[in-house]
Nanobody, 125 residues
Framework: HVQLVESGGGVVQAGGSLSLSCVAS????????MAWFRQAPWKEREFVAV??????YHVDSVNGRFTISRDDAKNTLYLQMNSLIPEDTAVYYC????????????????????WGQGTQVAVSS
């Protein structure tokens, strides 16, 4: 039984930082492509970042501000978010894909097998 449980969301002022965590059980994060998505109010869920065998990749809108990482010993995925802006306000979800080595559409939700319940991030201006 796989579970992904996110935490670390909250309310922060623009320019501030938050660190999200996603604790995995039932799978090893070092053998899965682990990603973060987000869904802003009234918008579609969108890809944010992924970490897989070739390393991390971040979407342009967060590149240089957000950093995805994982701790294999703790079986946990992280997203360090710095220089937050109001446009970062969203529910953040972690997701896992069994496609660790093979190429796939990183941005596509259907490529991910497991999802967490999400954690809310609100950035005030």
């Amino acid at each position: 039984h796989v579970q992904l449980v996110e935490s670390g969301g909250g309310v922060v002022q623009a320019g501030g930082s938050l660190s999200l965590s996603c604790v995995a059980s039932g799978l090893n994060v070092n053998y899965y492509s682990m990603a973060w998505f987000r869904q802003a109010p009234w918008k579609e869920r969108e890809f944010v970042a992924v970490i897989r065998w070739v390393g991390p990749y971040h979407v342009d809108s967060v590149n240089g501000r957000f950093t995805i990482s994982r701790d294999d010993a703790k079986n946990t995925l992280y997203l360090q978010m710095n220089s937050l802006i109001p446009e970062d306000t969203a529910v953040y979800y972690c997701a896992a894909s069994h496609k660790f080595y093979e190429d796939y559409d990183l941005y596509a939700e259907y490529e991910y097998d497991y999802w967490g319940q999400g954690t809310q991030v609100a950035v005030s201006s």
